[in-house]
């Protein structure tokens, strides 16, 4: 059974940071497709970054360089760092795995950034 757990959200303000993880089981993260998402209240979930199983990183243009995608392979994780975090970037932070045409997604964990 495939399991996708997020950890690292919180309250933070403004220009601050937080480092997300996402702990699988059931998979290998290092042959799949990882995704970090979000989806903010009233709002259609979208792509935050994602990581290939070649080690290739894509990030969405609201990232403007702000966050990064990272995997280790020996502890099975997926990490996403966010740096200069904005009110805008509040939202719920999923996890996404892409293995032999199936999709997997965490429970996510919530990112609220606010003064």
């Known amino acids: 059974q495939v399991q996708l757990v997020e950890s690292g959200g919180g309250l933070v303000q403004p220009g601050g940071s937080l480092g997300l993880s996402c702990a699988a089981s059931?998979?290998?993260?290092?042959?799949?497709?990882m995704g970090w998402y979000r989806q903010a209240p009233g709002k259609q979930r979208e792509l935050v970054a994602n990581?290939?199983?070649?080690?290739?990183?894509n990030y969405a243009d609201f990232v403007r360089g702000r966050f990064t995608i990272s995997r280790d392979n020996v502890k099975n994780t997926v990490y996403l760092h966010l740096n200069s975090l904005e009110p805008e970037d509040t939202a719920v932070y999923l996890c996404?795995?892409?293995?032999?045409?199936?999709?997997?997604w965490g429970k996510g964990t919530l990112v609220t950034v606010s003064s």
């Open positions: 996404n795995a892409k293995s032999w045409g199936r999709s997997y």
């Open positions: 990581i290939t199983s070649g080690g290739y990183s």
């Open positions: 059931g998979i290998i993260v290092s042959i799949c497709d």
